[in-house]
C-alpha cells in the first residue's frame, strides 16, 4: 500500500479553501475511485488523469486507487482540482522525503489536458490568498493564468507548462519558471472620451457629480438623446483602482471565468441586455454559484439601459446590495458571499413610443403616467441623481466638449478633499455616497439655511428620510467639487434639483 498527499483549494464564492487529497494505492481491481462531494468534472477526471499521465511518457498504476478529497463535507467543484489529483497518484509511490516536503508546502492549480499540458482555469486570484494565509510556500498555476498570478506578493509563483515537468520538479530533477511580477499584465480597453459627446451640459455635469461622489443615476429621454453615451464614459471619470481593489475585482472576474483576461485595472463597466434573469443579475445557479452582474460590477459602474422593460420582480433585487455592498447567496450548510459594491446607472425612454413631449405622445394618458411603474418607490429612492436628458440639449459639433481627462481630474481633486474629510475623522478613505447616514447626519450636517431648507421638503413630504440623506451627500459632494468646506443653500438646492425632488429650485 502506498499514500500520496498534494494540496488544493475548492471555491465558494470569491473565497478558496483548502484542500487535502490523499491517494492511496492498494490491491484490488485496477481503477479509479474519487469520494469527498466533488461534482461532475471532479468525477470524470478520472480518465482524463489516466489518459495525460500515459500520454506524457509516465506510469499510471495499475491497480486499485482511491482519492480522497478532504475535508469531505465540504462541496467540491471545478477542474482546477485535476494537477493536485494527478500528483498525488503519481508520486504515492516515491518514497524520498524531499517529495513530500516539496509537496506539502505548495499549492497546486490547473486542469490537466490529454496531452499533459496543463490549461487555465478560473479562481486562481482566491486560491494565491488562501495559500498566502494558510502558509504555503509556493503556488503552482497554468501559464495562462501567469498574469493573474502576478497581482499577489506574498507567496511563490511557479509555473506548470506540462504533467512531466510538474513531476520531473516534483522529484527534484527539475525546476518551474516563476512568475514576474512587475509585468504589468492586466485587461486594458480603450477608454470612450466625453468630448464625443455634443451638448447635454445638464447631462454631463449630473455624470461629473455622480462620479465624484459615486451616486446612483437614472437617465431619462428619448432616444438618441446620449443616455448610452454618458453612461460608457462614466468608468473614465473614475480614479484608477487601487491595489487592494485591483484584486477585489480581479478576483470577481477570475471566479466567473469566462472571458476574464487578467488583471482589471480601470472601474469595470456592466452593461447587461434588458432581458437579465434575476440569478444572472445577482448571482446564483445550480451547484456552484457564480457572481452576477452586481458583482461583475464591484468598483465599477453596472449600466441597466432600457430599465423600463426589466421587470419590477428582478429590479427589486438590487435594493440589497445597494444598501450592503454585497449578496448572499444560501444553500444548504453553506452561505455564498459576493462583493458587490457598484456604481449603478439606469436608462429609460420618457414612454413606450418615445416622445419626449407630452402632447406629440401616442400613448395613453395611463400609458405615459406608468411606464416606470416597475421602478418601485424603494428603489427610486436609493437613486441619488434622477436628470432628464432632452434632445434640444444636443448640438452639432462637440469641439468645445470638455475631454474626459479635464473632467476625472476635478473629479479626482473633488474625490481627494472627500477621503481626506473622512479619513480625518477616522472613517477611512469613502467617497460621499457610502458614508454612515446617521453620522453625516449628527456630525457633517450642512449650514443653517440648507439644512432648514432640507427640513422644509421633508416636512412637505417631498423627501423621505432616505431622500434627506441623499440630498445632503449630494451636496457635499458638489461642495468638493466647488473646493468649499461646508454645503451652503447654493449646493442644497441644487442637491434637491439633482435628486428630483423639486423640478426647478432658484439658486439663492
Known sequence: MALGRTFTTALTGVRADIVSIEANIG?????????GMGDTAINEARDRMRTAVMNSGLDWPRSKII???????????????DLAMVMAVLTARNEDPEVAIRLGETLLLGEVGLDGSIKTVPGILPGLLAAREQGFVRV????????EAALLDGVEVLLAPSLR?????????????????????????????????????????????AATGGHHMLMTGPPGSGKSMI?????????????????????????????????IRRAPLIAPHHSITRAALLGGGSGHPLPGAVSLAHHGVLFLDEASEIPAAILDGLR???????????????????????????????????????????CTPRQRSTYLDNLSGPLRDRLDIRVRISGRGAVISSDDAESTAVI????????????????????????????????????????EAAM?????HLGDAEVSQRGVDRALKLAWTLCDLEGGNLPNLDHMARALELHGTVELVEAA
Open 27 to 35: 490491491p484490488g481491481l485496477p481503477g479509479t475511485h474519487i469520494v
Open 320 to 362: 440589497t446590495p445597494l444598501e450592503q455592498g454585497f449578496v448572499r447567496l444560501l444553500r444548504s450548510r453553506r452561505e455564498v458571499l459576493f462583493p458587490a459594491q457598484f456604481q449603478l446607472v439606469l436608462a429609460a425612454n420618457p414612454c413606450r413610443c418615445a416622445a419626449e413631449e407630452a402632447h406629440r405622445c401616442r
Open 231 to 263: 453612461a460608457a464614459r462614466l468608468p473614465g471619470l473614475l480614479p484608477p483602482l487601487t491595489p487592494e481593489q485591483v484584486i477585489e475585482t480581479s478576483a470577481v472576474h477570475s471566479v466567473a471565468g469566462s472571458g476574464f483576461r487578467g488583471a
Open 408 to 447: 476625472a481630474d476635478r473629479v479626482a481633486q473633488g474625490r481627494d478633499r472627500a477621503r481626506e474629510r473622512w479619513s480625518r475623522h477616522g472613517l477611512g478613505h469613502l467617497h460621499n455616497a457610502i458614508v454612515d447616514p446617521h453620522v453625516l447626519r449628527r456630525f457633517f450636517p450642512a449650514d
Open 165 to 209: 515537468a510538474v513531476y520531473s520538479w516534483a522529484t527534484v530533477m527539475a525546476e518551474l519558471p516563476g512568475v514576474d511580477h512587475d509585468e504589468e499584465g492586466g485587461h486594458a480597453e480603450k477608454i470612450p472620451d466625453m468630448a464625443d459627446i455634443a451638448g447635454q451640459e445638464e447631462a454631463r455635469f449630473a455624470a461629473e457629480v
Open 452 to 456: 432648514a431648507l432640507l427640513g422644509a
Open 140 to 147: 503552482l498555476v497554468p501559464p495562462g493564468n501567469a498574469a
Open 67 to 81: 482519492l480522497s478529497l478532504s475535508p469531505a463535507s465540504l462541496p467540491k467543484s471545478g477542474s482546477h482540482l
